[in-house]
């Protein structure tokens, strides 16, 4: 198949390219604007366009055999004070994405967010999107199914600044830079609400395999929920991101407590559900969190120039 992928070139965007490459396909790229480092390979093709702009989208799937959605705006505390980029992009992008399948007969992957049912643009904007998916199923007979994955990590993740470009706080380029650094590791409320953690590599395996059986006419009713099934809380991945990245330093940070951010609430538990994955052939994601966080630590370790 000639794959297209909306934001291409983001974190996940780039590893599902790359797990789309390793399994013969070719790939067409679609993002709104050149980045320093993109994929060169003449497997991959460029569409410069934007996912709100209808006609963009129209032009990707016209060249493409199936899309892989993945264009948003981020952020759960970052979208409160204005919802409207992200309602605009994550509700008209997810529109032209569905409108462009349907009239072109082709599979499509939509990516949902694990903290669904939270209250912040991001989530209610990107949920809003996955019943859509379920009314074109149902409506159209469209061939789209949706990838729920819980926070996905691993290397090539921006961090924010201090350390890097970042406009959205992600969990874990923010405990492993600033345990790298030998700064204390910020944990907002007491820890203890669950944030299942997947490596990005799953995910983007998931997604491939969520396509490739919209393509073979499987398009399922349910959400496919990419996650561990064993749960962590944010302190324990704390912890691990502290002590591996002890390994390296010989310096083992605190960790400090803050106030909870706007957008979340104590005690929330972002998890998924990996028995919904069998339908696509996949048992549970195959990283181990502990192996995970070590192999990202050592990414950042190099990127930051730290244990050199």
């Known amino acids: 198949m000639r794959v297209g992928v909306t ?3 983001g974190f996940i965007g780039k590893w599902t390219v790359e797990n789309l490459l390793d399994h013969g396909h070719d790939v067409l790229i679609l993002d709104h604007k050149r980045r320093r480092h993109y994929v060169d390979e003449p497997r991959v093709d460029y569409l410069w366009g934007d996912v709100r702009d209808d006609i963009a989208m129209l032009e990707l799937a016209a060249h493409v055999d199936g899309i892989i959605h993945l264009a948003a705006v981020l952020g759960t505390q970052e979208t409160i004070a204005d919802p409207r980029p992200a309602a605009i992009t994550n509700l008209q992008g997810g529109l032209n994405f569905l409108h462009a399948i349907h009239r072109y007969d082709l599979p499509g992957v939509y990516i949902g967010v694990g903290n669904h049912w939270m209250n912040n643009p991001y989530s209610i904007s990107k949920t809003t999107v996955e019943r859509f998916c379920a009314m074109y199923r149902k409506e ?4 789209v199914n949706v990838v729920r994955a819980v926070n996905a990590y691993g290397p090539r993740q921006e961090p924010a600044p201090p350390y890097g470009p970042a406009k959205v706080r992600k969990i874990t380029p923010a405990f492993v830079c600033r345990a790298l650094h ?3 590791i910020e944990v907002y409320g007491d820890g203890q609400q669950v944030s299942d953690m997947v490596w990005v590599g799953d ?3 998931t997604l491939r395999e969520a396509l490739e ?3 073979n006419g499987n398009a399922y009713d349910h959400v496919l929920e990419c996650g561990p099934a ?4 944010v302190l324990s991945v704390a912890e691990l991101a502290r002590d591996a990245a002890a390994q390296l330093t010989g310096n083992t940070v ?3 407590h803050l106030p909870m951010r706007p957008g979340e609430i104590p005690g929330d538990r972002v998890t998924a559900n990996p028995e919904t994955l069998t339908r696509v052939g996949i048992t549970a994601p195959e990283t181990p969190l502990t192996d995970g966080i070590q192999a990202t630590v ?3 370790a190099e990127q930051q120039g730290i244990g050199r």
């Open 182 to 184: 030998g700064h204390p």
């Open 213 to 215: 059986h919209a393509d």
């Open 298 to 300: 050592a990414y950042f």
């Open 203 to 205: 995910v983007a395996n």
């Open 140 to 143: 159209h007979g469209t061939r």
């Open 7 to 9: 934001g291409g070139q």
């Open 254 to 256: 605190d960790i400090i």
């Open 230 to 233: 064993e749960h962590s809380t």
